[in-house]
């Protein structure tokens, strides 16, 4: 698929193949169920700590057969942990949990003790560029078509929780399209620190309903932009996105400063 086209992409959205809608429904509830199935049974090996000592899952169909789910159901569900943050998927070597908890149960409780919501966004802004530079030279197909979903999500979210969880998934999809592992962990660090609950007054007002929309339209250039295969585009477009919530954040933490300039 060309970039074009991923940058058509929302215009056909919704659409229903020509099956009839009743068959449609119940197929689309089963294969939840077996989706849901895998990613808790998923859940449950990599909390059970019978993983081996490099957090590498089995391979595919070996982890299908051992978790007793399909192999379609078993893929939705990786994809959903990636998007959390709990794996990464590394070319040639195999999928590796990379839940911070598993190296510091603590680490992120510590971290957000030495700073703060502006801090961390100083800190995202030296990251996540860079990876975004790095996604458009690397994902894949189907990093791109999850990076989409993921904006679109972004887009429709009803309410500031929810929009946080989506912003979220986003910027880890990116991440991912990465593909450095180092770069994945620290970034997984920074991100868990800056959604810290005892900051969630301040994130949500730089993530307020009247940012929403332009936030969503920034993740939508990103994709955009890593589609295209262009680096500095991409690079460019994550920079002014983050800036942008970065603004509002120093706005709301320093308000006589802001007004008084």
Known sequence: MDSSAYAKRGESNGRHSGAPPHFNNVDGSAAADANRTALERIRELIESGRLKASGRLPAERALADELGVSRRSLRHALDQLEAEGRITRQQGRGTFVTDMR???????????????????????LAIEPPQARLAALRATRGDIDKLFEAAEASRIAKDPPSYEKADAA?????????????????????????????????????????????????????AVAIAERNPAKAEEAMRAHLSSVQQRLIEHAFPRTAAAE
Do not use: M
């Open 102 to 124: 598993l190296a510091s149960e603590n680490l992120v409780e510590e971290l957000s003790k030495l700073t703060n919501p502006v801090d961390t966004l100083e800190a995202r």
């Open 170 to 222: 986003f910027h880890r999809r990116v991440s991912a399209a990465a593909r450095n592992p180092l770069l994945i962990a620290i970034f997984d660090a920074v991100l868990e620190t800056s959604l810290e609950g005892n900051w969630r007054h301040g994130r949500e007002t730089a993530h307020c309903i009247n940012n929403q929309a332009n936030y969503a339209a920034d993740h939508r250039r990103i």
